[in-house]
C-alpha cells in the first residue's frame, strides 16, 4: 500500500488480512496500511451497532410514535451509562495499547482484568437504580404520563441489564488496545446479528413468545448482547487473542487499577460532559410534543449509521498513538492520525451530500407522519453541515485519548458542550422562540468548534509526553 494506488484484486487481499485479525505489527512498515488494517474490522464493527440501531427503531416505529420517544428518552439517560463505559474503555485502550507497543503482555492482561472487575462494580450500581426508578427516570426526562406507562418496562430492562453494555464496551476496547480490532468486529457482529433476529419476536410475538410491544425491543438487546459478552470471555479464556488471562490472574491488583481510574476519570468527565450535554437536548426537544421529539430520535439514529463508520476510524488512531508512543515512536504516531483524520473527513463529507439531498425520503422510511418527517429531515440536514469537522475531530479527540491524555478532551467538551451548546440551545430554542432548529444548530456550531479546538491543541504535542 505505499503506492496511491492499489488493484480491486489488492485491496480483496488486504481487507480478508485485516477481517481476520492476521495483520499483528502495527508499530512499523506503511502507515495507510497500518491505518487501514486497523480502520477496515473497527468500521464493520461500528457499521453493525448502527444497523442494528437502524433496524430496531424500525420495528419500534411500528408499535407507536410514544414508543419511539421511549426509546430516545431512554438512550439519552443510558448514554450516562455509555460515559462510564466509554470513559473506562478509553483507560483500556490507552493501558493495553502501551502495554503491547512495549512488548509487555502480561502487563496488558493484568489491565484487562482490572478494567474487568471496575466495570461489573458500576454495572450493579446502575442496575438496582434502573430496577427500582424506571418511571420516575422517564418523568425526569419530561415523559408524558402515557408515554411513562407504556414504555417504562423498557427502560427497567434496558437499565436493569446494562452490565451487558458495560462489559461489551470494555472487553472490546482491550481487544482493540491488542491490535485484535477483528475478534472485536466479531463480537459485535454476534450481537447485532442476534438482536436483528430476537427484536420483531420479542416486540410482535413469535409463537409462544408473547407480544412485548417496545419492551421487547429491549429484551432483544439485552440477550444478543449478553451472550456477545460471553463469546468475549471465551476468547479472553481461551486464548484466541493476543490478550490471555488465567484463573490465577482473576485477582484485584490496586496499583494497576489506581492506575486505569486514574487515566479514566478525564475519559469519563469528558463523556459525562458530552452525553449530559445530549440528556439535556433531550430535555430541551421534549417541550414540543412527542411527534417533534420521534423526528429528532429517528434522525440521530440515521447519523449513527453513518457516524459509527468515522468512530471506527477514530477507534484505529487510537490504537495506532498508543502503540507507537509505547514503541517510542511518536512521530509516526502523529501521521498516522493525520491520515486517518483526513480519511474520514471524506468520508463525511459525502455522507453530508445525501442527507442534504435525500433527508425526507429517508425519515420517511421510519415514520410517514408529517411532524415527524418534517423534522426529523430538517435535523439530518442542519447537522450534516458541520459533518467534515465532525471527521476530524472524532479522530483527534480519540488521537489525545489513545494516548492516555484524556483530560484535555474533557476540557474541550467542556468548553463547547456546556458553555456553548447548551445556553445557545435554550435561548435559540425558547427564549426565541425558533424552535426545534435552534438545538440543531447548536450542535452543529458546538462540534465545527470542537474540530477547530482540537486540531490546533493536537499540533502542539504535548500528548506524546504522557505517560500511563
Not at 507497543?101 to 450493579?124: M, R, T, W, Y
Not at 470494555?170 to 427484536?199: C, E, H, K, P, Q
Request: glycine share 10%; proline share 3%; hydrophobic share 55%.
Amino acid at each position: 500500500m505505499q503506492s496511491n494506488k492499489i488493484s480491486l484484486k489488492q485491496f480483496i487481499q488486504y481487507f480478508k488480512i485485516a477481517v481476520t485479525g492476521k495483520e499483528q505489527n502495527f508499530t512499523s512498515g506503511s502507515i495507510r496500511r497500518a491505518v487501514f488494517m486497523l480502520s477496515i474490522p473497527m468500521i464493520l464493527e461500528m457499521l453493525m451497532e448502527s444497523i442494528f440501531a437502524l433496524v430496531d427503531i424500525l420495528y419500534v416505529s411500528k408499535v407507536s410514535v410514544n414508543a419511539v420517544a421511549t426509546i430516545g428518552l431512554t438512550e439519552s439517560v443510558i448514554t450516562l451509562v455509555y460515559a462510564v463505559a466509554i470513559g473506562l474503555s478509553m483507560a483500556a485502550t490507552a493501558i493495553v495499547a502501551r502495554r503491547v507497543g512495549e512488548k509487555d503482555l502480561k502487563g496488558a492482561s493484568n489491565a484487562a482484568v482490572q478494567v474487568i472487575f471496575l466495570g461489573v462494580l458500576v454495572a450493579a450500581i446502575i442496575s438496582v437504580i434502573g430496577i427500582l426508578y424506571p418511571k420516575e427516570i422517564l418523568g425526569l426526562m419530561g415523559g408524558e404520563p402515557d408515554l411513562i406507562e407504556e414504555g417504562y418496562g423498557y427502560t427497567q430492562i434496558l437499565l436493569g441489564g446494562n452490565l451487558t453494555i458495560m462489559l461489551l464496551f470494555l472487553i472490546n476496547a482491550i481487544f482493540r488496545g491488542a491490535g485484535d480490532a477483528s475478534v472485536a468486529m466479531w463480537t459485535l457482529i454476534l450481537s447485532n446479528g442476534l438482536n436483528i433476529i430476537l427484536d420483531p419476536m420479542f416486540i410482535f410475538g413469535f409463537g409462544p413468545i408473547p407480544a412485548f410491544g417496545v419492551e421487547g425491543a429491549a429484551i432483544a438487546t439485552t440477550i444478543g448482547r449478553g451472550t456477545a459478552v460471553v463469546f468475549q470471555l471465551a476468547v479472553l479464556f481461551f486464548g484466541y487473542s493476543k490478550i490471555k488471562v488465567g484463573i490465577q490472574d482473576l485477582v484485584i491488583r490496586i496499583g494497576v487499577m489506581l492506575n486505569l481510574i486514574k487515566v479514566s476519570l478525564g475519559g469519563i468527565g469528558q463523556f459525562l460532559i458530552g452525553t449530559s450535554s445530549w440528556v439535556f437536548l433531550m430535555r430541551i426537544m421534549s417541550e414540543f410534543g412527542s411527534e417533534v421529539l420521534a423526528g429528532y430520535t429517528i434522525a440521530i439514529r440515521v447519523m449513527m449509521f453513518t457516524l459509527m463508520p468515522a468512530w471506527g476510524m477514530s477507534n484505529a488512531a487510537a490504537t495506532l498513538v498508543g502503540q507507537n508512543l509505547g514503541a517510542k515512536e511518536p512521530e509516526r504516531a502523529e501521521l498516522s492520525v493525520w491520515k486517518t483524520g483526513k480519511y474520514s473527513a471524506i468520508f463525511m463529507g459525502l455522507v453530508s451530500i445525501v442527507y442534504l439531498v435525500f433527508a425526507p425520503q429517508i425519515i420517511v422510511l421510519f415514520n410517514a407522519t408529517p411532524d415527524v418527517v418534517k423534522y426529523g429531515s430538517l435535523c439530518l440536514r442542519v447537522i450534516a453541515a458541520g459533518y467534515i469537522f465532525y471527521g476530524y475531530a472524532m479522530v483527534v479527540v480519540n488521537a489525545f485519548n489513545g494516548a492516555g491524555d484524556t483530560k484535555t478532551p474533557t476540557y474541550i467538551n467542556f468548553v463547547c458542550f456546556w458553555l456553548l451548546q447548551l445556553p445557545f440551545a435554550y435561548v435559540m430554542a425558547i427564549t426565541l422562540d425558533f424552535g426545534p432548529v435552534g438545538v440543531f444548530w447548536a450542535i452543529t456550531l458546538a462540534e465545527i468548534l470542537i474540530a477547530i479546538v482540537s486540531i490546533i491543541w493536537f499540533k502542539k504535542g504535548h500528548w506524546k509526553a504522557v505517560k500511563v
